[in-house]
């Protein structure tokens, strides 16, 4: 199945160059489409109208006190903003270029207009590909507060010309481009202060502000009702810094820019924020803030310019370390985002700055790019959300057929800052199922999601085989091309296979690759042209997934199924094997197997299944159980192979008693440590762990640098200080490794908390406390993210995590136990039960529902009553004229009724004799009688 482009309207198998490189391990197949493909040029995944959005965030280029390059200050920073991804800057035009741009002015430049024009670097970043210009715009014939004790018609008129010849050029200069100039000037609360803003400006002044504001609005509009020109535009702003004075000072200190200039201003076209005094506000009181600026800004220009005509100019937290200013960069931006008025946000949301402009060698960090070069974390939280709010537009577009309106904006990209923005993943790739159509052929599918917007679209290939082949093309048996990737939402694939051979098992895994990369699934999937004929079973009962509603497609999930007698019409006699070797589970459609695992089986109480379910999505879904088949008793080989856990590193049941402790996925079973006694665990049996000396060993487990932590825990109510769960490391904070434990430090906090060291330095994630209690089951879970440092932290199947950070260097190949740090301290008090290494990060779906059908397993999934089929009872001639009466061997559980008469009430006697399976058939031989006999078959 190929997919069309739904903004091209073409077939998705379109021609593109692709990275050699990165491809030339692949099989003969795939290299065959590639040379096809090999023909045209490359298709990028992006939208002209997404490219043109505003994103909003952004910095600004004033006084860098450092460079790393040969050319001026101004290029280098514009370089490093839009290599940033940004399309916004705001900058500086006046006489002082040397200290605010690093640009020395020849004698030829001599206004506004000659410096944008003639100067090279000026105009260099003019031409940049930025569709936002936020500018000081200073007239080089005047200084920059000519008006502070008065307005003097003359200046006024030379100040007029220069912002009117500006603006006109930058219409013409610039016609169909696409950009906006924003023309005005710096904090204007600086030009009024008093003795540190403790007394009101002179009247003088604030006239002066007002006739200087005014004239150069009426320049800017003169300019661009004289010229014409097509999508470009410019405007004139003010900009205010001291709003919480005016807001809240008495009567002689409170005039202000926001509250004595701006309504004054009357054509004002838009109005900055530098905004310093309201940043550490709560939302309440910045919201408060931002209306009371909005209720002041003249109402002339509404109808005018579209869009939002008040933002943010400056903000930043260059006192703090750069550690210490992404979560309050973050929540600031945030905040930010949730302000509206009429419908529209904020446009721009612009830090203070590229590069810093004050005490640059760490005693201060106003900067993005620090003086040595680096990157500081707000750069990547930039970066990162540059990308992510791109791509939520795109995907947004790609569903409604629109763009987003501000607030919709705003609702897509708030929750990304909720949390330490990581790297995109280029391509993400997930086998999704697999669907038997006849006994040779079947469809599977993937699911590939690009996380770069703009990037190359990526090709699809699946590769299957009866044996499974890894990330290795040559030792798969066939691939598919399975199509081009043109959705900036997730897309399935879906291919058919043909020519499989009858009642085999195969493994299949899909793979893509564009001009920058390439990705497989995580790991491979089984399927199987294996099928179950029901009339051979006697009993079955559907499992519906009610209970799940999260939206999120889970492949391959392991569901717990519980079996007992409080299931309607269930009983253990309905099985043809006593431990449960009928038993088989398939897909919705009633026949293509599905693998599983007998965790424990208990004919006197519960038995605990682990079910592989391929696609759990909506309530709707649902699988099959079947059993009571006698030519059936031999459990398949997926019931211990580890094929049930195709995503799993480790998996520990913890139902023995004693080494050694099976690992379900076959790799990594404990055979050392000091072993717990057993005991009534959530599932079955689990470990009960002393808090002295008990503990189990894993060996040497590769979990990679993706990978997600679990187990249920129960601490006992003496349990004090640190309580591992998991560790490959040893005590002590910065010590190589991770550690999954409960409690801080000498406390009893009820904290979770994952720590990671380098053995030089260390992070902890952690929670929020209290949510691991004790004497009480919980499952805790760390998705831990090595590459982009960070983890998440549930407890039952919520997200509690309060600090996210994590080392990006902690050994991950080395030995693992379960209940201690590695060197002997910190064992864990209490028991423990089903314990869990998984590839990748679990979303946090995932994570729901692994507790779920746990914790609340008869509301995650609904049972249905058992049905068995009536087995048809014939009656023939026995061994010396005896009766033989047989039924089918699905009829395991039924057993035989006699009675001499039917007249009511109907006295039926359980037959004496014992039936037995003899081809296929179970048979009971009555003795010759002579009376009249009726039989029938009952379920027990």
């Known amino acids: 199945m190929f997919h069309t482009n739904p903004r091209a309207g073409r077939l998705a198998i379109v021609a593109r160059p692709f990275n050699t490189t990165s491809l030339k391990r692949l099989g003969a197949a795939v290299l065959a489409v590639l040379a096809v493909l090999d023909t045209a040029p490359a298709s990028n995944l992006s939208d002209p109208q997404v490219d043109a959005y505003n994103v909003r965030v952004g910095t600004e280029t004033f006084a860098a006190l450092y460079k790393f390059s040969t050319n001026s200050a101004l290029v280098e920073t514009a370089q490093a903003i839009t290599n940033m991804g940004s399309d916004t800057i705001k900058l500086y035009l006046g006489s002082n270029t040397s200290g605010q741009s690093g640009v020395t002015l020849p004698s030829n430049v001599t206004n506004l207009l000659t410096l944008v024009r003639d100067e090279p670097n000026y105009h260099k970043v003019l031409d940049m590909p930025f569709r936002h210009f936020v500018m000081w715009a200073y007239p080089l014939e005047n200084s920059d507060e000519w008006w502070g004790s008065g307005y003097n018609a003359t200046q006024g008129a030379k100040d007029y010309q220069e912002i009117y010849n500006l603006t006109h050029y930058l219409l013409t200069n610039y016609n169909n481009s696409g950009k906006t100039f924003y023309l005005g000037h710096w904090e204007g609360d600086g030009y009024l202060e008093v003795n540190g803003w403790t007394t009101n400006p002179s009247m003088t002044t604030i006239q002066g502000m007002i006739g200087w504001l005014n004239n150069r609005q009426l320049a800017v509009d003169d300019a661009k009702r004289v010229t014409t020109c097509t999508n470009v535009y410019v405007y004139n702003y003010a900009e205010c810094n001291r709003v919480r004075d005016a807001m809240l000072n008495g009567s002689n200190n409170n005039e202000r820019v926001i509250n004595y200039v701006v309504p004054y201003v009357t054509n004002l076209d838009c109005l900055s924020y530098s905004s310093y005094d309201s940043q550490n506000l709560s939302a309440s009181d910045l919201y408060t803030t931002l209306n009371y600026m909005e209720s002041k800004l003249p109402t002339n220009k509404v109808s005018a310019i579209p869009g939002p005509r008040l933002w943010i100019g400056e903000y930043g937290w260059g006192y703090e370390s750069v550690a210490a200013q992404e979560p309050v960069d973050r929540a600031y931006i945030q905040r930010l985002l949730g302000w509206s008025w009429n419908g529209q946000c904020l446009p721009f949301l612009l830090f203070w700055e590229m590069y810093s402009n004050y005490n640059p060698n760490g005693a201060t960090n106003y900067c993005l ?42 609702a897509l990209t708030m929750p990304l800052l909720n949390q330490p923005l990581t790297a995109p993943v280029a391509l993400a790739l997930t086998n999704t199922g697999a669907t038997l159509l006849t006994n040779n052929t079947a469809t599977v599918s993937g699911t590939l999601a690009q996380g770069i917007y703009g990037d190359s679209e990526a090709a699809v290939w699946v590769f299957y085989g009866r044996q499974e082949g890894g990330t290795v093309p040559g030792a798969w048996e066939n691939s598919r091309f399975a199509g081009v990737n043109t959705n900036f939402n997730p897309a399935t694939f879906t291919v058919t296979l043909s020519n499989l051979v009858p009642q085999t098992n195969y493994f299949f895994r899909f793979y893509t690759a ?17 099928t179950l004929n029901p009339p051979d079973f006697g009993s079955r009962m559907k499992i519906n997934f009610t209970g799940y509603n ?24 309905q099985f043809a094997s006593p431990n449960g070797g009928d038993l088989r589970f398939t897909d919705a459609g009633g026949a293509s197997l599905i693998p599983h695992e007998v965790d424990e089986w208990n004919p006197n109480g519960t038995s605990s299944v682990w079910v592989n379910v391929p696609s759990l999505s909506t309530t709707n879904d649902c699988i099959w159980a079947y059993w009571g088949n006698p030519a059936a008793t031999n459990p398949p080989a997926y019931t211990t192979n580890g094929v049930a856990w195709p995503n799993f590193n480790l998996v520990w049941h913890l139902k023995e008693s004693g080494f050694p ?12 440590g000091v072993a717990p006694a057993s005991t009534t665990g ?36 003496t349990a004090s200080n640190i309580q591992t769960v998991w560790a490959n490391k040893s005590g002590g904070w910065n010590s190589a490794g991770f550690g999954l434990y409960v409690n801080t430090y000498n406390t009893t906090d009820g904290k979770l908390l994952l720590e990671t060291g380098d053995g030089t330095s260390g992070l902890t994630a952690s929670t929020v406390a209290n949510v691991v209690t004790v004497g009480q089951w919980h499952r805790v879970t760390a998705a831990v993210n090595e590459t982009s440092g960070a983890a998440r932290l549930y407890v039952d199947g919520t997200d509690c995590t309060q600090s996210a950070s994590i080392v990006t260097d902690f050994p991950n190949q080395t030995s693992i136990n379960l209940g201690r740090l590695t060197n002997s301290v910190y064992f864990v008090k209490g028991v423990l039960d089903e314990a869990r290494i998984e590839s990748g990060v679990c979303s946090s779906n995932w994570i729901w529902a692994s507790w779920a059908t746990v914790a609340s397993n008869s509301t995650l999934q609904n049972y249905s009553s058992v049905t068995q089929q009536p087995p048809a009872l014939t009656i023939g001639s026995g061994v010396g004229n005896g009766t033989l009466l047989s039924w089918p061997g699905s009829g395991v559980g039924f057993v035989l009724y006699t009675a001499t008469n039917l007249v009511p009430p109907v006295a039926w006697t359980l037959a004496t004799s014992q039936p037995v399976l003899t081809n296929t058939q179970w048979q009971i031989t009555l003795p010759v009688d002579s009376n009249t006999g009726f039989f029938r078959l009952q379920s027990q």
């Open 514 to 530: 564009n001009a920058s990369t390439s990705a497989w699934a995580l790991v491979s999937s089984p399927f199987s042209t294996v």
């Open 550 to 573: 999260r939206g999120e497609t889970l492949v391959n999930f392991p569901i717990l199924v519980n079996l007992s007698t409080n299931l309607t019409s269930f009983s253990y006699r």
């Open 661 to 672: 402790y099976a690992d379900s996925t076959g790799q990594h079973p404990a055979v050392s």
């Open 682 to 717: 959530e599932i079955g049996h689990g470990g009960l762990f002393n808090g002295s000396s008990q503990f189990l060993n894993g060996g040497a487990v590769n979990v990679g640098t993706i990978f997600t932590l679990s187990a249920w825990v129960k601490l006992d109510p």
């Open 369 to 410: 790019i620090d003086y040595t070069n680096s990157k500081v974390p707000s750069w990547y939280l930039q970066h990162y959300f540059f990308n992510s709010a791109r791509l939520l537009t795109a995907q947004f577009k790609e569903t409604n057929g629109r763009l987003p309106t501000d607030t919709e904006f705003s």
